[in-house]
């Protein structure tokens, strides 16, 4: 029945995906399939239907090779677990109908090949949310371990004067991040104003303040100035309502009013020279 189930769906491959697609589409709160590219969309049909009969023809290791291939594809394309899931029973229940009306699948052996096709749907359904859910979580784990990487550095812009960008959600990991890259930065760039900012931090909740508020009180023990900046309206708004207490900071909206305090501090200022 395996090769009856894979035959009929690659002789029929073109008009079984045009029907797949549409079943897709039509999934409502899920536009990761509605926005792709046509060619794109295509191509992955294409490529979800080869491994739909990849798990009935080829070896264990062959289907399983390219379910990797696919998981890592549509995690980068945003497809949910349940969207994943959906297309594998909307796939099965497309073959099982069109099977139907080929008459290949008629009463005398309507149970035996029903039986077969939760035997084939059943195992790739699982296997499929296995390889997904492990792959989502590794790709979770490098984006944060990049961003990390890339967001807690201490930059020096004038002497004595240094920059921290904080880019996305800070919880107690990273902060701990933070405070270690922010002390061993003070020392090493001999820094008297340290700059925080949260331009690209979206939330600053009471946690995200208390974390700020530690890495200020540390900076002050090394013997320097901390100041917040790049306070949104949404975010001074926000920290208005929670009642966080950020009176022992300066702050600044932008960065550069930043820099012009931090150099005020420093007995220094911009000025503007008029050329000869």
Not at 63 to 77: C, G, P
Not at 100 to 123: A, C, M, Q, S, V
Not at 131 to 151: C, D, F, G, H, M
Not at 178 to 198: P, S, T, Y
Request: aromatic letters at 8%; one cysteine or more.
């Amino acid at each position: 029945m395996n090769k009856k189930m894979a035959g009929y769906i690659q002789e029929n491959s073109t008009e079984i995906i045009s029907k797949w697609q549409e079943l897709m589409k039509n999934e409502k709160d899920e536009r990761s399939f509605q926005v792709m590219p046509t060619d794109l969309m295509n191509q992955t049909s294409k490529e979800f239907a080869d491994l739909m009969v990849s798990n009935l023809l080829e070896s264990h290791q062959a289907y399983e090779n390219r379910l990797n291939d696919f998981a890592e594809k549509v995690v980068r394309l945003g497809w949910s677990i349940t969207f994943v899931t959906k297309a594998i029973n909307h796939f099965s229940e497309v073959v099982f109908e069109g099977m139907e009306e080929k008459g290949l699948i008629t009463k005398d052996n309507f149970r035996d090949f029903y039986k077969e096709f939760n035997n084939w749907i059943i195992p790739i359904r699982d296997s499929t949310i296995d390889t997904y859910s492990k792959t989502w979580e590794r790709t979770v784990s490098l984006q944060k371990i990049a961003l990390q990487e890339l967001s807690a550095s201490l930059i020096p812009v004038f002497d004595k004067v240094s920059v921290m960008p904080l880019v996305g959600t800070i919880d107690t990991e990273r902060a701990k991040l933070i405070m270690e890259n922010l002390l061993e930065g003070v020392v090493k760039h001999r820094a008297e104003v340290v700059l925080l900012d949260i331009t690209g931090v979206p939330v600053v909740d009471t946690m995200v303040a208390h974390h700020i508020i530690q890495a200020a009180d540390a900076v002050r023990l090394v013997g320097a100035k901390c100041m917040l900046v790049g306070i949104r309206p949404e975010i001074a708004q926000t920290i208005v309502t929670l009642g966080i207490n950020l009176n022992e900071f300066t702050t600044t909206s932008t960065l550069q009013r930043g820099v012009e305090q931090a150099l005020a501090w420093t007995n220094r200022q911009i000025v503007e020279v008029e050329e000869e």
